[in-house]
Nanobody
Framework: QVQVVESGGGLVQAGGSLRLSCAAS????????MGWFRQAPGKEREFVAA????????YYADSVKGRFTISRDNAKNTVYLQMNNLKPEDTANYCC?????????????????WGQGTQVTVSS
């Protein structure tokens, strides 16, 4: 199993940056693909970014492409989400999740282990 805990959220002005971290427990972290999802109040959870177990492949939602970067450090059991040029519409609770699906995936149903999330609020 993998347990994940997110951190790094906060309040930032539009145009600012934040770096989210997702610390995972479990000796098999490197076997899992990882993803970031977000959920704003009154909206469904949506895909943000994903990274393969080897970090060789990444995939982004169109809404964040060019602004967000996902990365991972398997030696530290940590996944990161660097968010630049933040917009008010990026305001949401951001969760990371782990999947054993052997391809990069944006489907939240492919992810089996989820964290509680960290809140990101972007003011205009």
């Amino acid at each position: 199993q993998v347990q994940v805990v997110e951190s790094g959220g906060g309040l930032v002005q539009a145009g600012g940056s934040l770096r989210l971290s997702c610390a995972a427990s479990g000796r098999t972290f490197s076997n899992y693909g990882m993803g970031w999802f977000r959920q704003a109040p009154g909206k469904e959870r949506e895909f943000v970014a994903a990274i393969s177990w080897s970090a060789g492949n990444t995939y982004y939602a169109d809404s964040v492409k060019g602004r967000f970067t996902i990365s991972r450090d398997n030696a530290k059991n940590t996944v990161y989400l660097q968010m630049n040029n933040l917009k008010p519409e990026d305001t949401a609770n951001y969760c990371c999740a782990a999947t054993l699906v052997p391809r990069i995936t944006s489907n939240l149903w492919d992810y089996v282990y989820w964290g509680q999330g960290t809140q990101v609020t972007v003011s205009s």
